[in-house]
């Protein structure tokens, strides 16, 4: 019997018949399709460090996909990506639509770098059209993408948003926290719906249960003005930018 469930969504092919396996024991097919995934996600590497090898100070902007333009959240994050851009950031988003879509329009707009770092999905998240031209690298694995963005990115900042941004929130700290990436500011904007996330992080984990340390918040920011975050940043690095590792 086969220790692996056939993936969902997919029927076996019943005109085949399998070769009886002992219990505990694995195909030689399945290290062999391991193995050459291995290429698979090196070559996704070397794309995106190829691709941000020229491309200066970043900041990585995370958000919604679900904004629509127009709305007040769009409007803000279009400002952040154009202030940004001025500040001479590269701007470095998901990719996709909503939020990541306002902050690329605001870097293009502003004259800026505006980077797309794209997940293909089952639900076929399509790129926005505000990535610049070569800008633009669409991955297959979720654990390429996240060390794209956290390699080159000045600092991280997340506007309201869903699952997905929280992840990249908690990796960023994460990585930060135990020290395998280089210190960067996590800026939270949106008060009104941050506070009760963050005021969790300071009342619980911190000051009830003692799960992180006084250091750990040192870096993390809630803001509402867009301009008070590229001031936030620029005071960060009084020596310079640095990659994180």
Known sequence: MDIY???SGKEPDSSKKSVPMQPGSIRESDFMV?????FKIMAEFVSGFEMMSDAGPAVTVFGSTRVQEGSPEYMLAEKLGSLLAAEGFSVITGGGPGLMEAANRGAQSAGGVSIGFNIKLPNQQHPNKFIDY??????????????????????????PG???TLDEVA????LI????????????????YWEGFYRWICDTMFREKGYINK???EFIHLEDDPENVVAIIREFYPEGYTLNF
């Open 171 to 174: 990796e960023a700290i994460t």
């Open 134 to 159: 070569g800008k633009l690298v669409s991955f297959q694995y979720f654990f390429v993408r996240k060390v794209m963005f956290v390699k080159y990115a000045q600092a991280f900042i997340a506007l």
């Open 34 to 38: 391991d193995g050459w995934r291995v």
């Open 177 to 192: 926290q135990t020290g395998k990436s280089e210190r960067f500011p996590v800026i939270l904007i949106g008060k009104r």
């Open 5 to 7: 469930r056939q993936p």
């Open 215 to 217: 250091e750990d918040l």
């Open 162 to 164: 869903g699952f997905g």
